[in-house]
């Protein structure tokens, strides 16, 4: 049996980082899915496929998959660097600024 731990990223519509901070150990499919000839729905018959656990850290999750005998590969997160400018948008709207405020 063979499983993935990772740090799950953002999601696409968001900038936002809800989500991120639990690790998830998932495992990895062991045979191809099948498309049903008549309905057209994807099927198999492996629900280990269906299962995801989340922990609150990596080595929770390691520890885990140590003690059921879960061959695991661990995915590191890249992390981005966070972008904050000083005197941003919030700036425009300060009591304090100097000048006017145009478009």
């Given at each position: 049996m063979r499983a993935r731990i990772f740090q799950p990223?953002?999601?696409?519509m968001s900038s936002g980082t809800a989500k991120t901070n639990h690790w998830l150990l998932e495992f990895t499919p062991t045979e191809a899915?099948?498309?049903d000839p008549l309905m057209g729905w994807t099927s198999s018959s492996d629900t280990q496929a269906q299962v995801r656990l989340t922990f609150e850290t990596k080595e929770a999750a390691v520890?885990?998959?140590r003690d059921h005998g879960i061959d695991?590969?661990?995915q590191t997160p890249h992390k981005r660097k966070p972008n904050v400018r000083p005197g941003g948008y919030g700036d425009n709207f300060a009591t304090g600024r100097r000048g006017a405020w145009t478009h």
């Open positions: 990223s953002r999601t696409a899915r099948e498309v520890e885990y998959a695991v590969q661990i």
